[in-house]
């Protein structure tokens, strides 16, 4: 079975090759029929500490690597710097 990859949004880095991803999902209300926007927050591996917050990010499954870490950062883009 493949395994899902996520795109998020990095909101934390304060702890040690961790980074705690948002990822936003938007779907259409069963009964209201109106877009629907809800978000949820992942931990995910990031070993060399190279993602800070804003960053753009893609996550992928793995084994659990601790109680809140089962998922690993596979690539991303950094946030532009505005001057």
């Known amino acids: 079975m493949p395994k899902r990859t996520l795109?998020?949004?990095v909101v934390s880095d304060k702890q040690a090759k961790t980074v705690v991803v948002r990822v936003d999902r938007r779907f259409s209300h069963a009964t209201m029929k109106k877009t629907v926007r809800r978000s949820k927050k992942y931990h995910a591996h990031d070993e060399t500490n190279q993602y800070s917050v804003g960053d753009q990010v893609w996550i992928e499954e793995r084994?659990?690597?601790s109680k809140l870490?089962?998922?690993e950062v596979v690539r991303g883009e950094k946030k532009q710097k505005v001057q």
């Open 63 to 65: 084994r659990p690597l």
């Open 7 to 9: 795109q998020g949004v």
């Open 69 to 71: 870490k089962c998922w």
